[in-house]
């Protein structure tokens, strides 16, 4: 399979290219040339079949071309050791719960396919399709975080030779149980803490990636969202909500609904629908960053700032994701702006809430229905609860286990959520941090001296 760039300006990569480099040459974000359809077969056995044999056929219909079929059943296989259940919350909205994870995020999949499939890639490379100097090179993730990413990344790379992560985050901006996620493991982790918002820590990898002085001394990558390898594996879920909701025959006027930061989960959602899922229509949750929700209600999109809220993974001004989204209905630039735009309102909708709100639909929720939601996860059911019409079935995508936002969720619902033991587990080990300003010049430095 080919990759092209949303910018249009870069040469074409192969996967290999696209998964190790992240971003294109010309900043844009990597596209698969065709997105296959699966066939019919697929769909009328799909409630029999487990999340792992369901993810398989979705990953060979991506990656079959570039991966050998057992390899990639392999590297499936080792990915997704869990489950992803769907749970029943009213009659017509269900949970997706996407946090059965080792870090109990949903970004455990797309963050564990991509290691082992950057594994997968350097060691199975003959030195004639790479340049000497890089095979023998350790390939150094560079991963920006608001609190989510940068634990499922470090775990979903921990111990994985030939591989060193650098973990960016925003002093003071994340939980304590995530930041211990990744400040407490050591090894090829190293943890980097920014003074700053997390779209500081993003522009600095983004910048590290441009620099042509960092690139010389080092082999840089990424492993946001940008990733293919990272965002497209996250379809995998939305295939499985699809079976085990046919299981229970709700699938007429299915809606999903994916509470959204980069976009990333919900562009791998929308090349499942490409791909031929059978979803009537998605929404798009976010909390008070509103610019996607603006975008729709408007046909301009004017990136903006992020705003601290309380569903923090999510506070993100100028989602990545977003150019994909474009390019995806834009037919590659086909269309103009206002066809773009017409597509993506007919299928996507968006729904934005305030803290206030988040924290009143918690309440709400867990009072007439005993459901934990944790901040992330209350944005996307309280858009079911506004958003869906008469005959619809909703289902939404819990992000994140509650315990993770402990403090927050235990003030809001006046209740102590148990911290599951692999979570306690890693409140055991010491943080360790580098400090960093959030200018790129000190960045720069510190990784030149690296290696
Ligand atoms: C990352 C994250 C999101 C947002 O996902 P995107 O792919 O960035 O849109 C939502 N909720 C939680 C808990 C997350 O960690």
């Given amino acids: 399979m080919q990759y092209y760039s949303t910018n249009g300006k870069a040469p074409i990569a192969d996967l290999q290219k696209a998964v190790v480099k992240g971003l294109a040459e010309d ?10 359809q699966l ?38 296989y080792d990915t997704l050791p869990f489950d992803c259940p769907v749970v029943k919350v009213t009659d017509s909205i269900y949970s997706l719960e996407l946090f059965h994870g080792p870090t109990l995020a949903f970004k455990d999949v797309g963050a564990r396919f991509m290691a082992r499939l950057l594994r997968y890639f350097t060691s199975s490379t003959s030195d004639t399709s790479r340049t000497s100097d890089t095979s023998s090179k350790t390939i150094n993730v560079l991963v920006a ?11 979903g790379f921990l111990g994985v030779e030939g591989i060193h992560v650098y973990v960016l985050y925003p002093k003071g901006k ?47 990558t990424s492993a946001n ?65 509103d610019v996607f929700y603006n975008y729709l209600q408007t046909g301009q999109y004017n990136p903006k700032a992020s705003v601290q809220t309380l569903a923090n993974a999510m506070d993100v001004g100028d989602p990545s994701n977003f150019a994909r989204i474009l390019n995806l209905y834009s037919k590659n630039g086909a269309r103009t702006p206002e066809e773009t735009h017409a597509a993506i309102t007919s299928l996507i909708s968006g729904a934005t809430y305030s803290d206030e709100q988040i924290k009143e639909t918690m309440r709400q929720c867990y009072e007439e229905t ?61 943080k360790q941090s580098v400090p960093m300003s959030k200018d790129f010049s000190d960045f720069k430095s510190y990784l030149l001296n690296q290696a």
Avoid: W
């Avoid at 989510?148 to 775990?155: E, K, L, M, P, R």
């Avoid at 996620?181 to 190293?190: C, E, P, S, W, Y």
């Avoid at 997390?198 to 960092?214: I, T």
């Fill in 145 to 155: 975080t608001s609190g989510d990413t940068g634990s499922a990344v470090a775990n």
């Fill in 39 to 76: 066939p019919k077969e697929f769909f009328d056995h799909i409630q029999e079949m487990s999340f792992r044999d369901i993810a398989y056929n979705v990953a060979s219909a991506f990656f079959g071309e570039d991966v050998d079929l057992d390899a990639l059943q392999e590297l499936v």
């Fill in 370 to 430: 005993g459901y934990i939601l944790d901040p992330h996860g209350a944005c996307g059911y309280q858009a079911l609860v506004d958003g869906l019409q008469e005959g619809e079935i909703g289902v939404f995508c819990e992000t994140a286990h509650p315990a993770k936002f402990k403090e927050k969720v235990d003030d809001i619902l006046g209740i102590d959520v148990e911290i599951p033991a692999r979570l306690a587990a890693f409140m055991e080990g010491e």
């Fill in 225 to 289: 969202s940008i990733n293919v390898a990272r965002f497209l594996p996250q379809a995998f879920y939305y295939f499985n909500a699809y079976a085990r909701m046919k299981a229970l025959g709700k699938t007429d006027q299915l809606v999903m609904c994916v509470p959204s930061g980069n976009f990333g989960n919900i562009c791998s959602a929308l090349f499942g629908h490409e791909m031929g899922l059978p979803v009537k229509r998605f929404i798009a949750a976010n909390n008070a960053n």
């Fill in 174 to 220: 994340v939980s304590p149980i995530q930041e211990c996620q990744f400040t407490t493991l050591g090894k090829n982790i190293t943890a980097i803490e920014v003074d700053g918002v997390f779209d500081d820590c993003q522009a600095l990898v983004k910048n590290a990636f441009m620099d042509e002085e960092l690139n010389n001394h080092m082999m840089l």
């Fill in 27 to 36: 900043r844009g974000l990597y596209m698969p040339e065709k997105i296959h």
